[in-house]
């Protein structure tokens, strides 16, 4: 006769749970996006429901809101949807691993390098936007009739303070 022993502390396997899903246009509620967008990133391959319910309403997981921040993310680093369907492909047709996340890598490298191009340019607009509007705080006290011939020499302005060229540009010729 054998005997069996208890299976102490075995690990209990989680159970499979139901996995939610909401139709369409809860999706677009919780993505901020518009139903008719969510259906062209459909149309598009970009997005898929996981299944349609008898009345035929799309259904998605948890992981579509992912996806659509995701797809809103690329679109605010410059992005078209068609880039993003290349962009797809491309993943998916890597072959590995290592060189879908090198092609990502490459990607996110090249985009983060133009952002802070772009940012410094912003930088020196905001410096530029500043300066004009301080050297404009002082004309309301200006003749209207003199304000665009001689607001590079009148007295409010220090003889020597040149016009920002966000100011200075309305009258060169």
Request: net charge negative; proline share 5%.
């Amino acid at each position: 006769m054998a005997i069996q022993l208890p299976v102490l502390n075995r690990p209990s396997r989680p159970q499979p749970q139901a996995q939610r899903t909401v139709r369409v246009g809860e999706l677009a509620r919780a993505s901020g996006k518009t139903v008719r967008a969510l259906h062209l990133y459909e149309e598009l391959g970009l997005l898929v429901p996981v299944e349609r319910s008898k009345g035929g309403y799309r259904l998605y997981d948890e992981d579509a809101l992912t996806r659509v921040r995701w797809i809103t993310k690329l679109q605010d680093m410059g992005l078209s949807l068609s880039g993003i369907q290349d962009l797809t492909r491309q993943w998916e047709s890597s072959g590995s691993a290592p060189l879908a996340m090198a092609q990502v890598e490459q990607l996110l490298s090249d985009k983060l390098a133009e952002t802070r191009e772009q940012m410094t340019r912003l930088a020196t607009l905001e410096a530029e936007l500043q300066a004009s509007l301080e050297y404009l705080r002082t004309c309301p006290s200006c003749d209207p009739k003199q304000i665009v011939d001689a607001c590079s020499s009148c007295e409010l302005h220090d003889e020597h303070e040149h016009a920002p060229e966000l100011v200075a540009g309305f009258s060169a010729q």
